[in-house]
């Protein structure tokens, strides 16, 4: 089993308000990730982080900032969520690279958010 | 910039019939693929993951996977599906960003 947390699992909020995602790891992995996905469609990566202090977009634009204070911790924040907002949100985690070789990445459970 | 498509995006089978997914990746040099399940209420689980050596990898729960690297693809493979095949499957890589991109996802059914 995956020890990577996200939290809230289902969310519902009001346009405008400030939300943050939540998303821990034990695993001590320096890369983590990221991706929003709507049902039936794929996974867009839209933030990612090599270690700590280190953040970059994603493929996909997105609203939402990310920080990476600690190794365990990758929250995700929303200034003022909109309904184009409503999705779900998938935070990962993986190892390092050897010999070219990516170390299998771990997901969390998923937070769904819904704006209203 | 690197990708990964899948072709088929809802699959419905019967029980014992044989399946097979297809993916095709977009990049070339290093090359780390990989399939991965999603159960229905439950979070992405790796299935297999193939960077080198045979061509022809085995997974969990009988499934398997070849690359085919002349078809830049690698297509997902059980030869008898049962119900509780019933999920979504993600096929993925990285390429030389080592950032992992997903395709579209593919729904299979299997009626018991």
């Known amino acids: 089993e995956a020890d990577i947390y996200q939290t809230p699992r289902y969310l519902v909020i009001g346009t405008g308000k400030k939300i943050t995602l939540e998303c821990s790891q034990t695993?001590?992995?320096?890369?983590m990730y990221w991706y929003q996905q709507d049902p039936g469609m794929e996974l867009h990566l839209i933030h990612y982080?090599?270690?700590?202090?280190?953040?970059e977009k994603g493929d996909l634009s997105s609203e939402s900032t990310v920080s990476r204070i600690r190794t365990e911790h990758f929250p995700l924040t929303l200034e003022s969520a909109r309904p184009s907002h409503t999705s779900q949100y998938l935070c990962?985690?993986?190892?390092?690279?050897?010999?070219?070789?990516?170390?299998?990445?771990?997901f969390g459970e998923g937070s769904w958010l819904t704006v209203v | 910039a690197q990708s990964v498509s899948q072709h088929n995006h809802h699959v419905i089978l019967s029980e014992a019939a044989s399946l097979e997914l297809g993916c095709n990746y977009s990049?070339?040099?290093?090359?780390?693929l990989f399939w991965y399940v999603q159960y229905p209420g439950q979070h992405l689980q790796l299935l297999l993951k193939?960077?080198?050596?045979?061509?022809l990898v085995k997974g969990i729960k009988g499934f398997e996977a070849e690359f085919i690297k002349s078809k830049f693809s690698f297509n997902l493979r059980k030869p008898s599906v049962q119900w509780s095949d019933t999920a979504e499957y993600f096929c993925?890589?990285?390429?030389?960003?080592?950032?992992?991109?997903f395709g579209r996802g593919t729904s299979l059914i299997v009626h018991p």
């Open positions: 990962a985690s993986s190892g390092g690279i050897s010999g070219g070789r990516v170390d299998t990445t771990y």
């Open positions: 695993m001590g992995h320096d890369k």
């Open positions: 982080s090599y270690g700590v202090n280190s953040t």
């Open positions: 990049y070339g040099g290093t090359v780390n």
């Open positions: 193939y960077f080198s050596g045979d061509p």
């Open positions: 993925g890589g990285a390429g030389g960003s080592y950032i992992p991109t």
